[in-house]
């Protein structure tokens, strides 16, 4: 990793400890760091309120360009995957050219490919502008975190953490409401066009808020290191959007995948024989490091899709409204936000280990669950249902976030922070891909109650797979959070 000492300060460190004075110690670094935390939590607003909004509306979106709705998974999962692709590069992109600037660029970029989408009249359009927004959305999650972990004390990280996540989550609440709304009584494409006043709210925001950590002399970029991995996590998504072909090509299909295997294969060769890999797999010599990551990908594989499919089974199995089925919706959010608040006293008492265990399994019984849903289900019953869900899955996802940190260097926080993000959206688009897949093959006709079904028995595959990834946690070590949380409370 870079050294530490050749790093530039940043304006708001110079604001923060003038010269021959130290910071008051009775100022905690959440206080001094509250424009940037409302900054990153801008960002974090903005993706999820455009993820959540494109869900709502997929069967509009697909009506509109001429598509089935099971068809549609290539703009969501071609938006994830750049993320996917692209965020290896951003710890050499801050290293090279500053935090401040990377993350207005991306910024920037993301309002752009938010306007393109909004204006896209194919599917093949639309599928090139979500890339644009994805090459922008790459570098505005894991920055964020990685100045928040240079930022932020040890102490307060995972309560800084939860605020930016709550703050975040909003834009899952609105983004159902917004969405069904815009879509049932203007057009689907505002869903897009609302990011782009978000995104010069935030530009204007990095411009005071945004500290600047970077490099007098980056390390140089591994171009080899990074098509490699590219071109595997485009040819393994290929792969995936051919087994939805009518008919299946096998052979395509299988050389897709035998060289994605392949060249992930050189890339790991290629990883132990250079100074400055785009991701450094020694990390993965740390228990945490590891178990966060593989943990995530498979709960990820289980319950990424699920947004997506609800939206499907609520609109085209049960004949609701965009509106109403934006709604149901809203419980899920306000359910993950609640879980937030819970994540530091649930850490304090039972641990890492203790509690990704055990919340794994009722994430994954709850997933299964859905299956007892139907057209005659009421409202009020689906609605508590997925505020349960909802909190469940949101204390899954930030004790997944704050685990792969809670053992490791200060050192080697970008380099983590990029990891973590890459894998957590190849899981969310494989996860999208996957849930589709499944879906389709088990869809019998196009009546309303035959997504129904598909939509039962998808679900219990998913449940399975979900309770798998509890395993991959029991690999962690007893913890002694009390200790390791002396902040909590």
């Given at each position: 990793m870079p050294p530490q000492a050749a790093e530039t300060s940043s304006p708001a460190d110079a604001a923060a400890a003038p010269e021959g004075a130290a910071a008051p110690p009775e100022i905690s670094t959440r206080q001094r760091y509250r424009g940037l935390l409302w900054l990153v939590?801008?960002?974090?607003?903005?993706?999820?309120?455009?993820?959540?909004?494109?869900?709502?509306?997929?069967?509009?979106?697909?009506?509109?360009?001429?598509?089935?709705?099971?068809?549609?998974?290539?703009?969501?999962?071609?938006?994830?995957?750049?993320?996917?692709?692209?965020?290896?590069?951003?710890?050499?992109?801050?290293?090279?050219?500053?935090?401040?600037?990377?993350?207005?660029?991306?910024?920037?970029?993301?309002?752009?490919?938010?306007?393109?989408?909004?204006?896209?009249?194919?599917?093949?359009?639309?599928?090139?502008?979500?890339?644009?927004?994805?090459?922008?959305?790459?570098?505005?999650?894991?920055?964020?975190?990685?100045?928040?972990?240079?930022?932020?004390?040890?102490?307060?990280?995972?309560?800084?953490?939860?605020?930016?996540?709550?703050?975040?989550?909003?834009?899952?609440?609105?983004?159902?409401?917004?969405?069904?709304?815009?879509?049932?009584?203007?057009?689907?494409?505002?869903?897009?066009?609302?990011?782009?006043?978000?995104?010069?709210?935030?530009?204007?925001?990095?411009?005071?808020?945004?500290?600047?950590?970077?490099?007098?002399?980056?390390?140089r970029f591994d171009l080899a290191g990074f098509l490699l991995f590219a071109l595997a996590s485009a040819l393994l998504l290929t792969a995936s959007e051919l087994a939805g072909a009518e008919p299946v090509p096998w052979l395509q299909m299988a050389a897709c995948g035998v060289v994605a295997l392949a060249l992930g294969a050189v890339y790991v060769w290629h990883s132990?024989?250079?100074?400055?890999?785009?991701?450094?797999?020694?990390?993965l010599r740390v228990r945490n490091v590891w178990v966060s990551l593989a943990g995530g990908l498979f709960t990820r594989l289980g319950i990424s899709g699920m947004f997506l499919l609800l939206m499907l089974f609520l609109q085209v199995g049960c004949g609701w409204s965009p509106l109403a089925a934006g709604l149901m919706m809203v419980p899920q959010a306000l359910g993950s936000i609640a879980a937030k608040w819970m994540v530091n006293r649930a850490l304090v008492h039972y641990g890492y280990r203790r509690l990704l265990l055990g919340n794994t399994l009722i994430v994954a019984v709850l997933l299964a669950a859905f299956a007892m849903f139907g057209p005659g289900t009421p409202p009020w019953v689906i609605a508590l249902f997925t505020f349960c869900y909802g909190g469940f899955t949101g204390l899954q996802y930030t004790t997944m976030n704050t685990l792969i940190y809670h053992d490791l260097d200060i050192s080697h926080a970008s380099m983590a922070s990029s990891m973590a993000s890459t894998v957590q959206y190849l899981a969310m688009s494989f996860g999208i891909a996957l849930s589709t897949l499944l879906m389709q093959a088990l869809l019998r006709g196009h009546a309303p109650e035959d997504f129904v079904v598909a939509f039962r028995w998808t679900v219990l595959l998913l449940g399975l797979i979900t309770a798998a990834a509890s395993r991959v946690f029991g690999r962690l070590r007893p913890d002694r959070p009390a200790e390791a949380l002396p902040s909590a409370g």
């Open positions: 939590a801008a960002a974090f607003f903005m993706q999820s309120l455009d993820s959540t909004v494109v869900n709502t509306a997929v069967p509009a979106m697909a009506d509109a360009l001429r598509e089935t709705p099971l068809g549609m998974r290539s703009a969501l999962t071609s938006y994830v995957l750049t993320l996917a692709v692209l965020i290896p590069a951003s710890p050499w992109l801050c290293d090279r050219f500053g935090t401040r600037r990377v993350f207005g660029g991306a910024i920037v970029l993301f309002g752009l490919g938010s306007l393109l989408c909004g204006l896209s009249q194919t599917l093949t359009q639309l599928v090139a502008a979500r890339v644009l927004q994805g090459m922008g959305g790459a570098a505005l999650m894991p920055v964020g975190r990685y100045v928040l972990v240079r930022s932020i004390d040890r102490r307060e990280f995972v309560r800084a953490m939860s605020t930016v996540a709550t703050f975040g989550l909003l834009g899952s609440v609105l983004g159902p409401l917004l969405g069904g709304a815009l879509v049932e009584y203007t057009s689907w494409r505002l869903i897009f066009l609302i990011n782009v006043p978000v995104a010069i709210a935030g530009v204007w925001m990095n411009r005071h808020d945004m500290p600047e950590y970077r490099l007098e002399h980056a390390n132990r024989r250079t100074p400055h890999p785009v991701a450094d797999l020694s990390l």
